[in-house]
């Protein structure tokens, strides 16, 4: 799988939007980006994937560069219960069968 | 629909002990997946089945780890025995076939080897 590179902290106002960016320089065509998050002492939540459009839905907003090479994820109106650890993922698509390598991750704070 | 289960949600047990960990996927998934969680650090795959077949088990120290999944529905992981170092979660996934298909996790199992 492509590796990922993510900031390992930020911070957010409650309220405004939370962007976090991930690099992927070394993505492969047919391989997807995906977003989970892991609220303490839950299992990670699924929340977007995309291959080359942008996405949305109701949790979040998945915006991929033209090259593919980073993408962002955006919370439009963070909320305390946002606060976790966001993991931006790239799926491979190898003989193995497309498991997800989870890496550090960004740990976002959200503040009131 | 119904989410992952796992049991127990919590385990202690001392070193050399043998554990056992259950997980009942979504219905209809024909893909599993175990997951090791340190402290600290970002899920690590430890096998993948599909359906009752493993897929990969790469990851997994068979000499002391095992996993089945009997009927290509709920899968068990064991450890024998049991070393400090596998104090972690162990997060049990599932999804349906297919790359396009974002995983469902469980919440895990929190071991403690003492």
């Known amino acids: 799988d492509a590796k990922t590179t993510q900031p390992t902290s930020m911070d957010c106002a409650e309220g405004r939007a939370a962007n976090l960016p991930c690099n992927h320089s070394?993505?492969?065509?047919?391989?997807?980006v995906y977003w989970y998050r892991q609220i303490h002492s839950q299992g990670p939540q699924y929340i977007i994937h995309?291959?080359?459009n942008n996405e949305t839905n109701e949790m979040a907003s998945l915006i991929i560069t033209e090259d593919r090479k980073s993408s962002t994820l955006i919370l439009p109106h963070a909320t305390l219960r946002d606060t976790a650890v966001y993991y931006c993922i790239v799926r491979g698509n190898n003989n193995a069968g497309n498991m997800l390598t989870f890496g550090g991750g960004t740990r976002l704070m959200v503040k009131p | 629909e119904a989410g992952v289960a796992q049991s127990p949600r919590y385990k202690i047990i001392e070193k050399r002990q043998s554990v056992a960990f259950w997980c009942n996927p979504i219905?209809?998934?024909?893909?599993l997946y175990w997951y090791q969680q340190i402290l600290g650090q970002g899920p690590k795959l430890l096998i993948q089945?599909?359906?009752?077949?493993?897929?990969?088990d790469s990851q997994l120290p068979k000499d002391r780890f095992s996993a089945e999944r009997l009927k290509g529905v709920d899968s068990t992981l064991k450890i024998q025995p049991a070393k400090l170092e596998d104090s972690a979660v162990y997060l049990c996934a599932s999804s349906l076939a297919g790359t396009r298909y974002g995983y469902t996790f469980g919440s895990g199992t929190r071991l403690t080897v003492v």
């Open positions: 070394t993505i492969s065509g047919n391989e997807y």
């Open positions: 995309g291959l080359k």
């Open positions: 089945f599909q359906n009752n077949g493993v897929v990969d």
């Open positions: 219905s209809g998934h024909a893909t």
